[in-house]
């Protein structure tokens, strides 16, 4: 069984463009949890999803910054107009039905705004 | 808000030793989980163990187990006969196990980490 899948490992922009990070659950796994990591810091909460809606954005940027989980397919975490601000290490987790409070973490997307 | 504090940024030990990390947290709810997260060089977070707040008996997974002292609101991990494995950021993190309240109690809190160096 793969575990959580996250594509691209590394991300390169440059300011003002968009970065798509993107997250395949492990199977059977239909809750989505994205987590933001700045350097010298531990993970924050940004968003989590079930398959077509957002549960609680509550841990977004209120701008620039959207999640989507649709039918098919990964989630992405979308972020336009990136600022260096925006340079950080992006971890997916997912979580079964009915044990939510078991995560299992994907090796995280490292973004760097040049 | 629940907060998740972890006072040591660094700690070293021998291998072969035994070594404790602490963790401190803040909440008003009853019935919750602690977990301890490892993240190795790789940045791959990885779940080292596991407390529900409702059990008395602390965890254990072989060489790690815990320290839980829910009144203190304390959650200590202990690594013993520590290997150069082990070297890692260690997240102490909580999840509080209500549910409702628009999904926003699924998410967990992080400490700031304490990174563990394993000298040989």
């Known amino acids: 069984n793969a575990g959580v899948m996250q594509n691209p490992r590394h991300l390169v922009r440059r300011r003002g463009q968009e970065a798509r990070l993107r997250c395949s659950p492990m199977?059977?796994?239909?809750?989505v949890y994205w987590y933001r990591q700045l350097p010298e810091e531990g993970l924050k909460f940004m968003v989590y999803l079930q398959k077509e809606n957002i549960i609680d954005e509550s841990g977004m940027p209120k701008e620039r910054f959207s999640a989507e989980f649709p039918k098919e397919g990964p989630s992405i975490l979308r972020i336009q107009q990136v600022v260096r601000g925006d340079s950080a290490a992006y971890f997916c987790?997912?979580?079964?039905?009915?044990?939510?409070?078991?995560?299992?973490f994907g090796p995280g997307t490292r973004l760097t705004v040049l | 808000a629940q907060t998740v504090t972890q006072s040591q940024p660094e700690m070293s030990v021998q291998e072969a030793e035994t070594v404790t990390l602490s963790c401190t947290y803040d909440t008003s709810e009853s019935d919750y989980y602690l977990f301890w997260y490892k993240q190795p060089p790789s940045r791959q977070m990885i779940l080292v163990i596991r407390q529900e707040a409702y059990k008395q008996q602390n965890a254990t997974e072989n060489r790690f187990s815990v320290n839980f002292q829910k009144a203190a609101k304390s959650f200590s991990l202990k690594i013993s006969d520590s290997q150069l494995g082990d070297a890692a950021m260690y997240f102490c993190a909580y999840r509080s196990s209500v549910l409702g309240g628009g999904g926003s109690n699924y998410k967990l809190t992080f400490g700031k980490g304490t990174l563990l160096t394993v000298n040989p």
């Open positions: 987790a997912s979580s079964p039905p009915f044990r939510a409070y078991e995560q299992f």
């Open positions: 199977k059977g796994h239909s809750h």
